[in-house]
């Protein structure tokens, strides 16, 4: 869904996507008002380096007579190269006149109705409900165009196809094998723990980036006061271990590790290690934090959390961002923490939709500017002894984030990394696997992997989680995860969390297809699926860590296409009893919306969301749902209270504001039975006075109805309230809308003629307030 942000320009996209990631010049840019960068889409590497010594790690694989043969995993051998693509000529630079290409060589076009990669493209399925069954065709429809281009994009450049099994093998030969866990107790004398505290409390050697780089668990055992010992317990497989030493070692100068042979250290380690036992945290505390009775070390690290290997900490918060990316003043001497603050204010700032429009009117988007000054900030002389591995993390995840267009960005600022020396770690690559994951580029991720073995970096439960959300098709997902349970893989505590969050959907989809095949024959009705022992049953095999954001979001938006909304309730209140399991957003209440057709229950989830989880809001989506629910079912209060609320939140989308300007217009050809209600009471929606003052300013002589948008009145109000905010909660006030709302049907059904007092007090009132700072809530969860 759009969040009403249009950008200015149109970038060809899909010539970058098939670029892998590697040591490539700085790509071509075009030069735009000075010193701003537009992006443009780039041809292909030369196919022949594809083709070199150190490309080829891996590709001869053994074929596995268990794995899935039948028509819809089956993947075509690869093509012996042939004299009509040997004589391509060289690549074109716009992405249309490659494909014209590709299409018209083709010698079968009827290979291009099936794409190679049928394991990536997602499968339509039968829903109960024709809504979600037309959204799942959609749904892989799409898939398959984007699998089509691909492919397309392979044979025009003459490219290997790689597919799932190649890759899966590949994965299997260079990942470390995990035959036994290690718990050592590390030592640090007298001598070199107080050098140990302050390097441990670095920016990109704290004891978190090594649990998270390394995939362990390290806890504090002892500490006393400055000049004496620093003891710590690490845990993890061999492979972590040893990596955690090393790392620590650097930090310390000398240690003292012993292994602990104890039979029960799994229970004193139980906790943390496999998540089981009590869902108490290990508060590593920031710099310059108060600890009370403080017999601790206090070591810099990036929030408050589980200190698991899977668990990803913060640092920064999101905020609002209320001007340009470029008037953010950098830091007059550029150190290591400076660094990491402008490049955290650059990327960890949110610009309000309706400040695009005032603060960026021509030129380059928000967007483009962030990456441009990102880029800036990494290839400046004046920066480059402040470069953190951590602020490099961040930009990336950002540059990402923001889909495959600002991918030459990524791989200038990666490559200016490298130059500089940087201690890089498979976290980094883990950034564009999960970028390559999320385009399903089968041959990107392939190359990234091959990139990181030339590197000699190990393959971590992130790359295999990459690989798995990559999939789509169940059974392959299943023979997958077989294959890593085959070599070990499910017993180390990292890779059990991501198998269990991949699988978790599988099984639930599994059961839910059981239950209602059971049902079909029976005259009962159908209920729904005991989700309390679904979510007991998977946290006995892979452990409680499963169960996170995301993972809760696809189940509810799984229970909710089955239409099991009760099954989806219990879910949230399960969450709810269980503490910091999971913290729902708001994709969670959106997704709960989009499958729930009752507005009493709307109001209802929108009530109950806000007094458990405080930091759940609506946002534009959010709004922009509700309002179409209330313009379908002419609800004239209740679009009056979604349009105030959105106005003074500033989350109109330009979606939303579409559908609210259609209101305003005159003529014949608007007054449909659906518009003729909300048209009647367009005064009470918009405001009269606002609507005559508006109207009067545009056109003082005419006063032409047409030119009115949403978008003036939205200004109108904001103007108006300077700063207020409504004094009411919204959940409360749509359920006041909505009983107001079902008095106007009845009295219109009953053929009653509505007086202006009358009028009057059926409309809900909407009273403000000066916010306080109490009522600020964060943006994201703590």
């Known amino acids: 869904m759009s969040l009403g942000v249009k950008s200015l320009w149109r970038a060809q996209t899909w010539s970058v996507c098939i670029k892998e990631l590697s040591l490539v010049p700085v790509p071509r840019e075009q030069q735009h008002h000075d010193k701003f960068r537009r992006w443009m889409s780039l041809s292909a590497p030369n196919p022949s380096s594809r083709g070199s010594g150190q490309d080829q790690i891996g590709n001869e694989t053994k074929t596995d007579n268990n794995a899935p043969e039948d028509e819809n995993f089956h993947q075509e051998e690869e093509e ?10 060289p690549p074109p630079l716009t992405t249309r006149a490659l494909l014209k290409q590709a299409i018209k060589r083709e010698p079968n076009p009827e290979s291009l109705r099936k794409p190679a990669g049928l394991a990536l ?5 039968q829903y109960p409900s024709k809504y979600e069954t037309e959204r799942s065709l959609r749904k892989h429809v799409k898939s398959t165009d984007r699998q089509h281009l691909h492919d397309l994009f392979s044979r025009a450049y003459d490219k290997p196809d790689d597919n799932w099994r190649s890759t899966m093998d590949f994965m299997l030969r260079h990942t470390p094998s995990f035959e036994e866990m290690f718990n050592l107790k590390v030592v640090i004398g007298r001598g070199a723990a107080q050098e140990a505290r302050r390097m441990l409390s670095g920016l990109d050697n704290n004891i978190g ?20 010992t620093l003891v710590l317990n690490v845990a993890g497989t061999e492979t972590a271990v040893r990596d955690s030493l090393r790392d620590i070692i650097k930090a310390s100068g000398q240690l003292t590790a012993v292994r602990i042979m104890d039979e029960d250290w799994k229970e004193k380690l139980g906790d943390i290690w496999d998540g089981s036992g009590t869902d108490e945290t290990l508060r590593l505390y920031s710099g310059g934090e108060v600890i009370p009775g403080d017999t601790t070390m206090t070591v810099q690290n990036d929030s408050a959390s589980h200190s698991g290997g899977s668990a990803q900490p913060k640092r920064h918060q999101h905020y609002v961002l209320t001007k340009r990316a470029d008037d953010i003043t950098p830091p007059a001497e550029w150190t290591k923490l400076s660094f990491q603050k402008y490049i955290s204010s650059l990327v960890y700032g949110i610009l309000p939709t309706h400040l695009f429009r005032q603060l960026y009117k021509e030129g380059p988007s928000h967007q483009e500017t962030v990456v441009s000054l990102l880029i800036d900030a990494f290839t400046s002389e004046d920066t480059q002894s402040a470069v953190s591995v951590s602020a490099l993390k961040m930009a990336l995840t950002y540059i990402h984030s ?31 696997l999960a970028s390559a994951s999320r385009a399903r580029e089968i041959n990107n991720f392939n190359s990234i992997l091959r990139l990181m073995v030339r590197k000699r970096f190990h393959l971590q439960s992130h790359a295999w989680y990459a690989f798995l959300e990559m999939i789509e098709h169940a059974s392959v997902k299943r023979y997958v995860v077989g294959r890593m349970q085959a070599s070990g893989l499910h017993r180390i505590p990292t890779f059990a969390v991501g198998i269990g969050r991949q699988l978790a959907p599988v099984y639930l989809e599994s059961a839910l297809e059981k239950k209602k095949k059971a049902e079909e024959g029976t005259a009962a009705a159908v209920c729904d699926i005991d989700i309390g022992a679904f979510v007991r049953s998977h946290d006995a095999q892979y452990g409680k860590e499963w169960l996170n954001t ?46 729930s057709r009752r507005i009493p229950d709307h109001i209802a989830l929108l009530q109950s969301m806000r007094a458990r989880w405080p930091w759940v809001r609506p946002d534009a989506v959010t709004y922009h749902q509700l309002l179409s629910i209330a313009r379908k079912t002419r609800l004239p209060n209740m679009v009056r209270v979604l349009f105030r609320y959105a106005v003074h939140d500033r989350l109109l989308g330009a979606k939303a504001r579409h ?10 050809r608007n007054f449909s039975n659906r518009r003729f209600l909300l048209k009647a009471w367009e005064d009470a929606i918009f405001g009269k006075a606002e609507l005559e003052a508006v109207r009067g300013r545009l056109h003082p002589d005419t006063k032409n109805v047409v030119t009115v948008t949403a978008y003036d009145l939205e200004e109108r109000h904001v103007a108006q309230a300077k700063g207020m905010k409504p004094s009411v909660d919204i959940a409360t006030k749509l359920r006041e809308a909505y009983d107001r709302d079902l008095e106007i049907h009845r009295l219109v059904k009953e053929g009653r003629v509505l007086t202006p007092a009358m009028r009057d007090a059926l409309t809900v009132d909407i009273p403000l307030q000066t916010p306080g700072e109490a009522e600020a809530l964060p943006l994201s969860a703590p």
Request: aromatic residues 6%; negative net charge; glycine residues 4%.
């Open 659 to 668: 559908q609210l300007s259609t209101l305003l217009r005159d003529g014949e």
């Open 550 to 595: 995301t993972t809760l979001n696809k189940l509810l938006d799984l229970l909710g296409k089955h239409g099991q909304l009760d099954a989806c309730r219990a879910l949230l209140d399960l969450v709810h009893a269980h503490g910091r399991r999971a913290n729902p957003d708001a994709y969670t209440l959106n997704t709960m919306i989009t499958h």
């Open 209 to 228: 980036q090594i649990e998270r780089r390394n995939q362990s668990v390290i806890r504090f055992e002892e500490s006393f006061p400055d000049d004496e």
């Open 80 to 89: 012996p190269t042939s004299s009509s693509s040997s004589s391509l000529p």
């Open 121 to 125: 493209v997602k499968p339509p399925a």
């Open 402 to 432: 923001k889909g495959p267009v600002f991918r030459p960005a990524a791989r200038q600022i990666f490559t200016q990394a490298e130059s500089l020396q940087l201690a890089l770690d498979a976290e980094t690559f883990g950034i564009f």
